[in-house]
């Protein structure tokens, strides 16, 4: 079964607006990451939180994670029509030797 | 440094034909994973390759599908005999460690594979 679940499935706001979405995951994990992909093209690494930081930062992403909740939300501030993608959530199997992801948020961005 | 390259980008093969997918890692990775993707959903994992090795393969079907990572030169997936349900786009990753969970995962492009 996926470890990662992301909502909304899908996501559509105006340039400028903020953008979140949701992962839920089902067992322990040692980090999470957030990758996205543009369309008919591979996935790009976004940011990696550790299971210890509680938020992070990169650029106009915030990443957030609550362990207790199983749970992490991605944060586009002031997005533009370029981060119109898919947004994938992914988790490390238990022996961390392979990345599980989720189902994605289609996020469009409309200028 | 090329990053992951994958070839082809498309694939087309008629039912009953074999694909075969190669990856190349990026320069100093030695570590292979390969992912499916059918329209509007996530990845999948098939399997985890060290070279000369398979680590994982959970994820592959038990019958048709097969990967190697030779000591010289790309990871291959081989699917034979394609029927329909195996067009999909497959996805291979590299990583520089064995614990990909705790370092970026480098993708290719795909390859988008039509079975007609």
């Excluded at chain 2, 008629?14 to 694909?19: H, T």
């Amino acid at each position: 079964s996926q470890q990662g679940e992301e909502d909304p499935q899908a996501l559509s706001i105006q340039e400028g607006e903020n953008a979140t979405m949701n992962c839920s995951y089902k067992t322990s994990i040692n980090n999470l990451q957030w990758y996205r992909q543009n369309s008919g093209r591979g996935l790009v690494h976004l940011i990696l939180i550790r299971s210890n930081e509680r938020e992070k930062h990169s650029g106009r992403l915030r990443v957030t994670l609550d362990t207790s909740k199983k749970s992490s939300s991605l944060l586009i501030t002031a997005s533009r029509a370029a981060d119109t993608a898919s947004y994938f959530c992914a988790t490390a199997s238990e022996y961390g030797n392979k990345l599980v992801f989720g189902a994605g948020t289609i996020l469009r961005v409309k200028s | 440094n090329a990053g992951v390259m994958q070839n082809p980008r498309h694939l087309v093969r008629r039912r009953g034909q074999e694909a075969r997918l190669r990856c190349s890692p990026m320069k100093g990775h030695s570590h292979v994973y390969w992912y499916r993707q059918l329209p509007e959903e996530g990845l999948k994992f098939m399997v985890y390759l060290q070279k000369e090795n398979i680590i994982d393969e959970s994820g592959m079907p038990k019958e048709r599908f097969s990967a190697e990572f030779p000591k010289e030169g790309p990871s291959i997936l081989r699917i034979q005999q394609v029927v329909r349900g195996d067009s999909a786009a497959y996805f291979c990753a590299s990583a520089y460690s064995n614990r990909v969970g705790n370092t970026e995962a480098f993708f290719g492009q795909g390859t988008r594979l039509t079975v007609v």
